[in-house]
């Protein structure tokens, strides 16, 4: 038989790890392929790149979505456990599980962006093939975003601290790495990380705070980081977290002389990506167009 589409193994993936017990990606693959029956032939079938097996892929991409709408749950990056919101899908017996089931979970709205078109699938016919790659390119970054804050939350509090380094400086604040490593992580006064310069002629300085946290973070953090940043006569700082933050801390930013910027998780794992932190390039594809101007001929 042909190899069933990524949104046909979500509902039989998640019965696999109904019992509750945690579930490697190798068992999960064999358990799958047993029950549609595929051959060896079949399961090594390749990706039109070479690169990827077609079933692991798929396997890979079924995870994703259950992951995101809270049905199961990553305890490493091999490792699944089913949730007790999946447990409650699989009560309701459903006929099937895609992404169109998986809509009414807030969290689905993940790979949605602005400049993207919505809900571009394959076989779309409203959207050119260009918007389709856009749409398809959101939807990897996303998938992206959210395993890199999944790994970042298990580092070590040290690790954390060195990841924000390397994102600064790579942003271009700190002037040099070891500038920015001898000052963040160093200070311990007052709810201040460190401080670090702004640029590389160190004409101000930024106070850091970083938060490795699964809580949101409310405004008496924020204040007091605020407050803190006195002792250095610093205007400005920046307070990172895993977590986001409450909707009472992002107004009170608003509201003080101190230039602060929040930077919630979600935010955090998207400029990873823009800065190359914790990521490497796959593949690269160039989209051209016809240069117009090389076929203007010169009137004689």
Known sequence: MPIPDFQSLMLPLLKIIADGNDHNNAEIRQTLAEHYDLTEDELQQKLPSGQNKVFSNRVAWAKAYLKRAGLLTSLSRTRYRITDQGRAVLARNPPKIDIAFLKQFPSMDWHKKKEAPEEAE????????????????????????????GQVKSCSPPFFERLVVDLLVAMGYGGSLSDAAHAVGKTGDGGIDGIIKEDKLGLDIVCIQAKRWENT????????????????????????????????????????????????????????????????????????????????????
């Open 217 to 300: 973070v409310g405004r008496p953090i924020v204040q007091a980081f605020a407050g803190s940043m006195d002792a250095f006569k610093a205007k400005k700082g920046v307070l990172l977290t895993t977590a986001g933050f409450s909707k009472e801390a992002v107004e009170f930013v608003k509201q003080i002389d101190k230039k602060i910027v929040l930077i919630d998780g979600t935010r955090l794992a998207q400029l990873m990506i823009d800065y190359d932190i914790g990521v490497a390039t796959a593949r690269t594809f160039t989209i051209k167009r016809m240069d117009t101007d090389y076929f203007q001929e010169d009137e004689v």
């Open 122 to 149: 394959v076989g779309d016919t409203q959207h050119t093939p260009e918007e389709l790659l856009e749409a398809s390119y959101q939807e990897l970054r996303g998938a992206l975003a959210d395993d890199l804050l």
